[in-house]
Every structure is written in C-alpha cells, then in structure tokens.
C-alpha cells in the first residue's frame, strides 16, 4: 500500500461531516468546506439553512451579526422548550409574516 498516494488522495476527496444546527439542533450532512464558509460567517457558529435564513432576516433589525445571532438563539430557545411548535413551522411562519 502506498502511503503518498492515500494522503494525495485524501486532499481530493471532499470530506462529509455530520454537523449540529447550534440554534434548533438539527443535524446535517454537510462538507467540511460548507461548514467552515457558513462558520466563518456566524462567528464560529454551524447553523441550518432555516436558522441561517433567519439570521440574515434578523440583520434588518440588528445592526451587528452577534445580536442578529443571539436574537435568533433565544428565537429557537424559546419554540424548542414548547413541544407543540415545531421550531421550523415557527420560523417558517416568521419568515413568511416578515416577507409579506
Ligand atoms: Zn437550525
């Protein structure tokens, strides 16, 4: 078996990795490269495409990204506590009152 031919390999193979939502908790199959672009862009934070859309939306009433972050967390905090909402109906609605 050849060793440098395994690791030359390996740089090509785009690696998948199991990543948890840190808003609502879903997980995710994702590359590593997806998971390191959306963390670069919610401060070291891996979030949904749901949670990520709703970040962006909560940047109209939040000037900076940490209070857009920490509006939508205790969004999510606050339906995930309840079992009769589920977190994406919730935000789904959200999204959809603040587009119309
Ligand atoms: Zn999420």
């Known amino acids: ?9 390996s740089e090509n193979i785009m690696e998948i990795e199991v990543v948890k939502c840190e808003c609502c908790g879903l997980k995710e199959e ?10 670069g862009k919610f401060e ?5 495409g ?7 939306d909560e940047l109209n009433n939040q000037s ?6 920490k509006a939508h967390i205790s969004f999510c905090r606050k339906y995930k506590s309840n079992p009769a909402v589920r977190v ?8 959809r009152r603040r587009s119309s």
């Open 50 to 56: 749901l949670c990520s859309e709703a970040v962006r």
């Open 1 to 9: 078996m050849c060793v440098e031919l395994q690791v030359r390999s």
């Open 30 to 39: 994702c590359t590593e490269a997806y998971i390191n672009s959306v963390k």
């Open 88 to 95: 994406a109906d919730a935000m789904r609605q959200m999204l």
């Open 64 to 69: 900076a990204i940490h209070e857009a972050l």
């Open 44 to 48: 070291g934070k891996w979030l949904c």
